[in-house]
């Protein structure tokens, strides 16, 4: 990211200055800082035994904003699950394709796994064959929020939670060239109430 540089100001050493630059807040409103939602977008999606599966977005299921994907797979058979990855496909927020290949499930064991980049939507998802029949995997949003901009390091300076700062600093990560990899993760869990992030550009 270019950052904005409007001058310069006196120090306290004499004949040195320091660089002056813009702060800018972004904010995420109630309806796109939902508390996270485990199977928002498919719920119980059937995997089968034998052979990978393409599933699609449950109708009229979107994100509530650029946010990170997770995935939820169960099986009354443990057994069934495989250890295997799921690939997510949709956008970023600048509306480019994108597409992110999760971590492993564990093999034999239900349980979840979080992406990292920043999904405005999902257009689809595969999953590679289990090791057995009436796995189910749920595809849903977390609690990171994927930021408008482009950082070459860490920019933000503080985040609001409902209008309050944060006292703890969120976690930051950030990409000089994909915008979906500029992400902000609050210290609190995110609760249908407004979030600002404060950073300079």
């Known amino acids: 990211m270019i950052k904005r540089f409007l001058g310069e100001f ?3 050493i004499f004949g040195t200055n320091a660089p002056q630059f813009d702060i800018a807040a972004w904010k ?11 199977d928002g977008i ?19 299921a979107a994100m509530p904003c650029a946010r990170n994907v997770t995935a939820t797979v169960a ?16 956008t970023n927020i600048a509306d480019e394709a994108i ?43 977390g609690d990171i929020l994927g930021m408008p901009v482009v950082f070459d390091h860490n920019s933000v300076l503080y985040a609001t939670l409902n209008h309050v700062r944060q ?8 990409s000089s060239t994909a915008v979906e990899s ?9 609760d249908g109430t407004e979030v600002e992030a404060y950073f300079v550009i």
């Open 10 to 12: 006196p120090t306290a």
């Open 28 to 38: 995420w409103s109630t309806l796109e800082a939902v508390a996270a939602d485990t």
């Open 42 to 60: 498919i719920d119980g999606g059937a995997c089968s035994g034998t052979v990978a599966v393409t599933l699609t977005p449950d109708d009229g």
């Open 75 to 90: 099986c009354e058979t443990a057994a069934n699950i495989d250890a295997v990855k799921v690939k997510i496909y949709g």
């Open 99 to 141: 597409d992110e290949e999760l971590a492993a499930f564990t093999d034999n064991t239900p349980g979840a796994v979080t992406g990292a980049k920043a999904f405005k939507t999902i257009t689809s998802v595969v999953i590679p064959a289990m090791d057995g029949a009436d796995v189910t995997v749920d595809i849903g949003w």
């Open 167 to 174: 006292t703890t600093a969120p976690t930051v990560m950030y």
């Open 182 to 190: 500029n992400t902000i993760d609050l210290d609190s869990a995110l």
